[in-house]
């Protein structure tokens, strides 16, 4: 995790609970070798020679070396004793695992419906009900309204509230006061000289002949030979550009050959060195490739520059600034998150700032020289009050020192102050019980002979189309709806219509057809089988360690573990 995650480690440890996690580990490791050793199973010494050998690590041309056996263990420090003995212990628990789903067996039943699962697409044709088609015309009076209120009040809470203190300090603060030392950029230019050069650079074109690696001798000497008539031409005056039109094999021939500008390390190194090495207007002899054979014409040549100091010092000024501006930003940052709230006023005067004190404001608020702060609000809900903390924008804009003065907790509005929402929500309901009261009596109509292009045309309804599996999570154009998946599995040629109804969501589904894919059907199955024989091996094994840990007294003995939830 150290080397994956880096100084985030800690953090990353306690989210998946890493200590819990090894530490349970080594509980079903004990319990399963203790089992073993009661079922009489055993590692030989042949059985853990013959492990150790097959380790490519201790292999020497292709066969075992004790030597190399040696030389592996004590360059990682390990005692050869402690590493065979612990390698018996993985063998004889492997052992224990194949006396445990020795047997299973999954049936081509099973893999004929997990195949099905998979891979066979049901088309389908809907119709979504839109609540927001409905709304027009929906009427409420107060008395609804209230009545409405009264049944839903915790819909119409107020957003959590908070009142702070800051000043913000931005990295052009720390600019003002830095002064960069000749020698910082001198030293700079020296470890990063390679920003500063521009490599060389060649404009060439070429004529190919393909030759494949390993190609019989006798073609190849044909094609040299071809290759050669073509230089004696090029060398006598011909154009090495009409040339290249008329015979190269390659798809810069329509261009004469033209490969345009390249560097070092852009083209295959028997090409490369060639070019490099020539000078402008020269055709190189025949070069081999791994493409083939080619001649080369170098038609222009740019030479390597490395920018002075003197030409880069500005740049370097910029850069060494911004970087030394970020990291006193970031340490001043450490030092005032460390302090007691008491002492802010006193930190701000010493940074010569002024504090501001802020209204009451909630998630959606913007603050005048801050703007929107939603997500500075989203680190408040997790302070308490008199915390100091800080909102780190982009270090341009300015960090937001803060301390949280005080902080409201969500509210019931009255109905007066909730009364706006209060009908845009009544409506919203009642246009979705209106959605699905119309969606159910197209679904009779439907049933009782009705064609549905009919109704969505005459109603101007759009009909849409898609497909699933029984395995989809994401249908196409509807995305996540288990009822949707629901209805759609269930329907057929007998049963064609169906409703879905989920959340605000209405959709008349109508089935179409349903087509199973057998392409590469029989590495599919077996595929398929394989996954499923996993499944229940690990189903047996898990089933196997809950019957030894209830069947053991586990005592934590160590106070590290104690709240960590094995008993």
Do not use: C
């Not at 224990?96 to 998979?118: M, P, S």
């Not at 030293?187 to 060389?200: D, Q």
């Not at 959606?364 to 009050?385: D, Q, Y």
């Not at 898609?466 to 599995?489: C, D, H, M, W, Y």
């Amino acid at each position: 995790l150290q080397q994956q995650f880096g100084e985030n480690v800690d953090q990353i440890a306690e989210q998946i609970n890493l200590r819990q996690q090894v530490f349970d580990q080594l509980v079903d490791r004990y319990l399963l070798l203790n089992d073993s050793e009661e079922l009489n199973l055993i590692v030989t010494d042949l059985e853990l020679q013959d492990y150790i050998r097959k380790q490519p690590f201790f292999q020497s041309n292709g066969q075992f070396d004790y030597n190399t056996y040696e030389a592996v263990l004590n360059q990682n420090r390990i005692i050869r004793h402690e590493y065979e003995n612990s390698l018996r212990r993985d063998i004889l628990l492997t052992k224990k695992r194949e006396y445990l789903v020795a047997g299973i067996i999954i049936n081509d039943e099973e893999v004929e419906q997990a195949f099905k699962r998979n891979f066979e697409k049901i088309e389908l044709d809907y119709v979504f009900f839109d609540p927001q088609s409905f709304l027009e015309g929906i009427n409420a009076d107060e008395d609804q309204a209230r009545d409405f209120y009264q049944k839903n009040k915790n819909k119409f809470q107020s957003l959590n509230k908070f009142r702070i203190e800051y000043f913000t300090i931005s990295s052009e603060y720390f600019k003002e006061r830095l002064k960069i030392k000749e020698r910082e950029i001198r030293r700079y230019y020296k470890k990063n000289i390679g920003n500063y050069v521009t490599p060389p650079q060649v404009k060439a074109r070429h004529i190919l002949f393909k030759v494949v690696p390993n190609a019989p001798e006798k073609l190849v000497t044909e094609k040299k030979e071809a290759l050669q008539r073509l230089l004696e031409k090029i060398n006598s005056g011909e154009s090495f550009e009409e040339l290249a039109k008329s015979f190269s094999e390659d798809g810069s021939s329509s261009e004469g050959g033209d490969l345009g500008w390249f560097k070092p390390g852009e083209m295959v190194p028997a090409f490369e060195d060639v070019a490099f090495s020539m000078g402008i207007g020269q055709v190189s002899e025949i070069v081999s490739s791994p493409f083939g054979l080619h001649l080369i014409k170098v038609d222009d040549i740019k030479e390597k520059i490395t920018k002075s100091l003197e030409d880069v010092r500005d740049e370097i000024l910029v850069i060494l600034t911004n970087k030394k501006a970020l990291k006193r930003l970031n340490e001043e940052t450490d030092r005032l998150i460390a302090i007691p709230g008491n002492s802010f006023l006193d930190e701000a005067k010493k940074l010569n700032k002024d504090l501001v004190e802020t209204e009451w404001f909630d998630s959606i608020s913007v603050i005048p020289k801050i703007g929107s702060v939603s997500s500075l609000v989203s680190e408040l809900m997790r302070s308490k009050t008199g915390e100091i903390g800080v909102w780190k924008r982009n270090p341009m804009m300015g960090y937001v020192y803060y301390k949280l003065i005080d902080r409201k907790e969500p509210e019931i509005k009255t109905f007066e102050d909730a009364k706006d929402d209060v009908y845009v929500a009544l409506k919203r309901e009642k246009s979705e019980l209106i959605a699905i009261e119309t969606a159910k009596k197209y679904l009779s109509k439907l049933k009782e002979g009705s064609s549905l292009e009919e109704l969505t045309k005459k109603h101007d309804l759009i009909l849409e189309t898609t497909e699933l599996t029984a395995n989809s999570q994401f249908i196409p154009k509807i995305g996540n709806n288990r009822e949707f998946l629901k209805v759609g599995l269930n329907l057929n040629d007998s049963e064609k219509f169906g409703l879905s109804t989920s959340g605000n969501a209405s959709h008349l589904i109508r089935f179409k057809k349903r087509v199973l894919n057998i392409e590469n059907a029989i590495n599919q199955k077996k595929k398929i089988r394989s996954e499923l024989l996993q499944i229940m091996q690990q189903a047996v094994f898990n089933k196997e360690l809950k019957r030894l840990r209830d069947s053991a007294n586990i005592e934590i003995k160590n106070p590290m573990f104690l709240n960590q939830g094995s008993s």
